[in-house]
């Protein structure tokens, strides 16, 4: 797949960092291809890697070798200001603790992205009231992070993530908090919002969002170690 | 969304909010009151000094105004100089004593100035009239309460007490005309004001032809300095001082007070500094998480800043404005205890009130919240996005 086909690139990445007084080599020579449209399931053990792969896809951390292009743009070169600006107008992130701003409403909270991106408040109202209703949260726009179940703060991230309208969104352990219920419900969603045309790449340890997924990479000790398509189920 | 968030973020935790505004507008009203006290006894004094239009005062060679007992000899031939000297335009001549005034029970011994009623400037009639004949007086409410006199009624008043003789060289029989405010005398003093010749014949000898001191007026156009050289030129025996000489000699003697009051004031900014970075501090370290994922979903780092920022000073505004007006009520109360402070004129604040001191205070805490936030701010939001991560998800 060449790099112009792939909305994401990755090439022989290398992540290390100390702890304590041991070199850790979490990422080492991971090359990855990522077709616009693709649903994307990370799976692995605690350790391998996984996580610390989807930062550096994600511009929120940066490789010790190696190179990650998004849409054509090297985001390893970037200087900070830049990739703050491509994360905030290519990338969605949603985190297995929400991490949503506690002093914010739910539709504060989509909107505090678009608020960046300068959008007029008219048209990032109306963008956020759509977000919260697609999924499934029109009725609590008004209501507080502390207001909300585990599920439903989810969803108020997964439509933060959205707001700006990514080519790219990036989950890490997103059913991690939830129960198996909301977790199965959370899995619809990604997959909704992977069928509605944006690329969905997700680090999980769960079974059942990997089977979601139309392509599973497997790590082990930093390394893909498999990388196939399936069917989603 | 900015001043949005800021916002929710404070009253998220309305008490610690409160608790800090609240630290920070005792820190306030202390610098207020510092402010106004480094600056205030002197802009209150040079407003005395000034309030009669005399910018010009001579006593005794190497004497200030009333600092001895010392006077001014001839003093008929130094008005009559001062009457050649281009520029000057009013010469008020003030002779000091003391008087004895026989009461119905007691004597009452009352502060007394001999004056030119016509051009003086140490008192402003409140009640009858000023003297109009040499027997005629006026004196301060203090004076009145304590004798019981009235306007109208006829006193026994003596000068010059002398101890050898123990008698008085001068006795006259006079009549109270008028109540006065005297501008220069302390809270309480008893003060009686009389014409300038009555006075220096009840005094006797000693005080024959002596003035304690001359205020002048220069004409409006004059430069007052150089009113005050041809002075010095004209009359060699006397120390000619401007209000502004005066202004700097009272600097001199007041640096102590001005030292302590920068300080204070100092200590007070930095109590409020401290308190304000403390709180942004906590406030930060509680939102690591939240502020790197701001980071992470993209938004600008000098965006985090300046709503960290902005809590900081609301914080600090807040508190100075209430501070303000607790500052303003304290320094009324210090006000009150520092005007019995004896030989100061009453008329003098120690805290004036001036806008320039609350501004001056404002633009301090406002320039020390915006630095207090700025440093944790940038620290936050300065802080590795994935490690933070990964440390906040295994705290």
């Known amino acids: ?233 | 969304m900015l001043l949005r968030l800021a916002w929710a973020t404070l009253t998220r935790h309305r008490m610690r909010t409160l608790l800090a505004t609240l630290g920070v507008a005792v820190s306030a009203a202390m610098l207020l009151d510092m402010v106004m006290l480094s600056t205030g006894m002197r802009a209150s004094l040079e407003d005395l000094l000034l309030s009669r239009g005399f910018q010009l005062r001579l006593a005794p060679k190497g004497t200030l105004p009333f600092d001895t007992d010392a006077t001014i000899p001839e003093a008929s031939e130094v008005i009559r100089t001062l009457r050649t000297v281009p520029g000057v335009t009013t010469i008020s001549p003030v002779l000091g004593g003391q008087v004895h005034v026989e009461g119905v029970q007691r004597t009452i011994s009352a502060t007394a100035l001999g004056v030119d009623p016509a051009v003086q400037g140490d008192y402003e009639i409140t009640n009858g009239r000023s003297p109009s004949a040499p027997n005629e007086l006026v004196a301060s409410a203090d004076f009145l309460q304590v004798s019981g006199a009235q306007v109208g009624d006829t006193l026994s008043v003596a000068a010059g007490y002398d101890s050898q003789l123990r008698s008085f060289t001068g006795r006259r029989t006079m009549t109270l005309v008028g109540v006065a405010h005297f501008l220069y005398m302390a809270a309480e003093q008893r003060a009686v004001a009389l014409p300038l010749e009555t006075l220096q014949s009840m005094e006797g000898a000693r005080a024959r032809d002596r003035v304690s001191l001359f205020m002048i007026k220069a004409g409006e156009n004059e430069n007052v300095d150089t009113v005050l050289k041809r002075i010095e030129t004209a009359l060699p025996r006397v120390s000619a001082l401007s209000t502004e000489t005066a202004m700097r000699q009272l600097d001199a003697r007041l640096s102590y007070f001005r030292q302590l009051a920068f300080i204070l004031g100092a200590v007070s900014l930095g109590v409020g500094f401290l308190l304000v970075t403390t709180l942004v501090t906590v406030s930060v370290n509680e939102r690591l998480g939240e502020i790197v994922v701001m980071r992470a979903i993209g938004v600008a780092k000098g965006r985090i800043v300046s709503q960290i920022v902005i809590e900081g000073i609301a914080i600090m505004v807040t508190g100075a404005i209430c501070g303000l007006g607790l500052g303003l009520v304290t320094a009324k109360y210090l006000n009150s205890i520092l005007a019995a402070f004896p030989g100061l004129p009453a008329a003098i604040d120690f805290f004036l009130f001036e806008p320039r001191a609350a501004w001056t205070a404002l633009g301090l805490l406002t320039g020390a919240g915006i630095l207090a936030g700025v440093y944790p701010s940038w620290r936050g939001a300065s802080m590795p996005i994935a490690t933070t991560l990964r440390e906040e998800a295994v705290g």
Do not use: W
């Not at chain 1, 603790?97 to 300068?118: D, G, S």
């Not at chain 1, 619809?188 to 979601?212: C, F, I, K, P, W």
């Open chain 1, 1 to 233: 797949m060449s790099e112009a086909a792939g909305v994401l690139v990755a090439t022989d990445l290398h992540r290390e960092y100390h702890m304590g007084e041991d070199l850790v080599h979490a990422v080492r020579g991971v090359t990855l291809e990522i077709a616009r449209g693709d649903y994307v399931a990370i799976v692995g053990p605690s350790g391998c890697g996984k996580s610390t792969l989807l930062n550096l896809l994600g511009g929120i951390d940066r490789p010790s070798e190696g190179s990650v292009t998004i849409e054509g743009s090297r985001i390893d070169r970037m200087r900070d200001a830049e990739l703050t600006r491509f994360r905030l107008n290519h990338i969605g992130f949603v985190f297995q603790r929400f991490y949503l701003m506690p002093a914010l409403t739910a539709i504060e909270n989509v909107e505090l992205p678009m608020a960046e991106a300068r959008v007029a408040r008219d048209a990032r109202l109306a963008r956020a009231r759509e977000l919260l209703a697609y999924v499934g949260l029109g009725g609590r726009r008004d209501h507080r992070p502390a207001q909300l179940s585990g599920g439903e703060q989810q969803r108020v991230a997964i439509a933060r993530a959205l707001a700006n309208r990514p080519q790219l969104l990036l989950a890490d352990e997103p059913t991690g908090e939830l129960d198996a219920k909301t977790g199965t419900e959370m899995i619809a969603l990604l997959a909704q919002v992977n069928r509605d045309g944006t690329t969905v790449v997700v680090v999980t340890h769960d079974e059942e969002l990997a089977g979601a997924a139309k392509r599973v990479v497997h790590m082990r000790d930093g390394v893909v170690v498999d990388d196939h398509r399936q069917e989603p189920r």
